[in-house]
């Protein structure tokens, strides 16, 4: 596994701001905040991030959201399997954390060019952390594939500290979802934010609100300030959660 830091490549560093762009989509939907680009030619082809949590399937990796992009792509141009992997050979992946040991043998398979990626997976990387799949799945079909690490590692590190001193929503934290829902909402919307919402999600925003005052979930100690709430006739002008 090489290594390189931000500003040795202005390219990678771009294209991995997009991957954490995704990641940051994935934080933001109650997902481990985990996202990625693929790149072909200079040009974004496809994106994916983390949505085990929302499809209650631990498969559904950033990596694999992205891949299953570009292969009903290619299956609506019916591309031949040979023209498929003629393609991912020419694909470039960047990823904001490590790939784990089921990703990084699915790129192996495929066929992929080279994986930059940001942090390091130290429980279940499959480029280096815990096996090395990049270099070591050719006898079982594979192809070996360039890894580059600690692209914007920081900035990827950041935002996983900053899920799990939220809870993850899926995990084993006590917090109910609409607790952790809520936290997270109230912690991240601005009057601004609500404002800028089109009709359905202002609507669907407003309905989980009312289900949370109607369940009284709403924790005790909190302020509700944002005034989108108010004149949505949610929250009652004036009152205190």
Known sequence: MDSCGDGDNLDVVAFMKLALEQAKIAFDGLEVPVGCVIVMDGKVISCGRNRTNKTRNATRHAEMEAIDVLLN???????????????????????????CIMCAAALSFLGIKEV?????????????????????????????????????????????????????????????????????????????QFNSYDANRRLGFCSFMKGLVTASCLPTTTTITIAGLQKASVVPAGSRG
């Open 73 to 99: 792509q290619w299956k609506k141009l019916k591309l031949s399997k040979a023209e498929v992997s003629e393609m991912f050979s020419k694909c470039y992946l960047y990823v904001t954390c490590e790939p």
């Open 116 to 192: 930059y990626y940001g942090c390091a997976n130290d429980k279940f990387g499959g480029c280096g952390s815990i096996l090395s799949l990049h270099t070591s799945c050719e006898e079982a079909g594979g192809k070996s594939y360039k890894c580059t690490g600690g692209i914007m590692a920081e900035e990827a590190v950041s935002l996983f500290r900053n899920f799990y001193e939220l809870g993850n929503p899926n995990g084993t934290n006590s917090e109910s979802w609409s607790q952790y829902e809520f936290r997270i909402l109230l912690r991240n919307l601005t009057d601004s």
